[in-house]
């Protein structure tokens, strides 16, 4: 019996790491693509160890939802020139698979598709259709619009120093959401249009001086973009997808150099998969300082003590580790507006502990502990606890207050003066007696 239920054990421990070390995610490749030409991508994440099941956009199985319930943990739409789905892909049903933390990655086109009208719904704007990304510099005998784009260091989901990047596609306008996170912008000389030769050169020029709406150039322009739900799914949308192939992954720079695409794709991946900058909150706990267990309620004026515990995701091991990196997180005490906001910096020597101390607001009502930290490409924190803060008991105020002394010493200097007044008059002699009146007859 007692091997029985240790094979039993074993079993189940195995399973469960079977369920947590593997992630699946389902690859809709259009049929002109060969998947082939993306063996470095999609070998890349099987060496990570997600399972990759392919199927072509208007293929029916496998679904991508069962019953509303998602079969996979990410799904990669890689067919950016396709103009009709199976049933179970429609923006809205991509839009619902982010609620139910799934993580889309999806590659557009300059062509006009449904995915056009689904970057729409986060804040992507795109040019008009037939409308690539197009750039003269630097010279390179590739078409202007194969372009080698400089990768920013600035951005935090991207390894530092990852050198140029081919790309080929349309770009998009970000829209002023935050939810929005810059991944890959546009060089500064490049501009989206609908022909390759320079005919057109005056009008973007006129435009340039003027600013108006019709100006597609720039830095401004979006080439790989995220975006962060409230409940920390996350889709990247990606102007092209060329840049995922082979071809762009070994294609040799104008300069000489080894392109930054394997790299660049790589880590795009790892965080769009919840790989990287994955955060959460452990346990929240609050106490008087002094004690160890939270009380049913506050004093006003008590001194609190509020500590949260914060992990992040280790990839490498499949681990959730104590991650101290918060230098900017803070504490919010309300009660409708907040009372009380302070910063709430990490313990040293505890790795993923947050404390401060802080004292009751001198207001008794229902207040709320509110940790409510977004920052851009990081897993948002939010924590909320309900406290009632409730003012002295009649035997918790103190007998004597120290600003009264001089009302005290009136009122005692009073009734002293008031009892040697009366014993004095008691306790007085009378001098001399009356005198007694004669009586006439």
Known sequence: MRLLSSALVTLLTLTTFSFASSSSVLVVLDPSLDRENYSIFFGGLEKRGYNLTFRAPKDTSPAI??????????????APDTKSYAKDITPQSLVGLLSENTNLLIALSPKQTPLTSLAAEFS????????????????????QTTIPVTV???????????????????????GSTPMLIP?????????????????????????????????????????????????????????????????????????GGSPGNALFVTDVAAWVFQEK????????????????EAPKMYTTNDEIVYTAHISAYDSETSTWKPYSGIDDLQLEFTMLDPHIRTSLPPVPGSPGTYQVQFRAPDRHGVFKFVLNWKRKGYSYLESSTTVPV???????????????????????????????????????DVKGERKKGSKVE
Request: aromatic residues 10%; charged residues 15%; glycine residues 8%.
């Open 152 to 174: 920013s260091s600035s951005s935090p989901i991207l390894t530092p120093g990852i050198p140029p990047v081919w790309f080929t596609g349309a770009p998009h306008a970000l």
């Open 65 to 78: 939802t069962d019953y509303d319930v998602p079969n996979y943990d990410h799904v990669i739409l890689f």
């Open 390 to 428: 409730v003012p002295p008991r009649h035997d918790q105020y103190p007998r004597f207050l120290s600003a009264a002394w001089p009302y005290y010493a009136g009122a005692i200097s009073t009734s002293a003066g008031f009892f040697l007044f009366a014993a004095l008059w008691l306790a007085g």
């Open 277 to 292: 900058l994955k955060l959460r909150i452990d346990a929240v706990d609050h106490h008087r300082v002094g004690e160890s």
């Open 124 to 143: 992507l704007v795109l040019p008009p259709p037939e409308t690539p990304l197009i750039s003269h510099h630097p010279a390179r005998s590739e078409p």
């Open 183 to 255: 991944i890959l912008r546009a060089p500064a000389e490049s501009f989206a249009a609908d022909s390759t030769s320079d005919a057109d050169s005056d009008t973007l020029v006129s435009a340039s001086e003027k600013g108006g709406e019709g100006l597609w150039a720039g830095s401004q322009l979006g080439l790989v973009t995220g975006f962060q739900t409230n409940v920390n799914s996350r889709v990247v949308f990606a102007g092209g997808v060329k840049m995922f192939s082979d071809e762009y992954a070994t294609k040799e720079l104008p300069s």
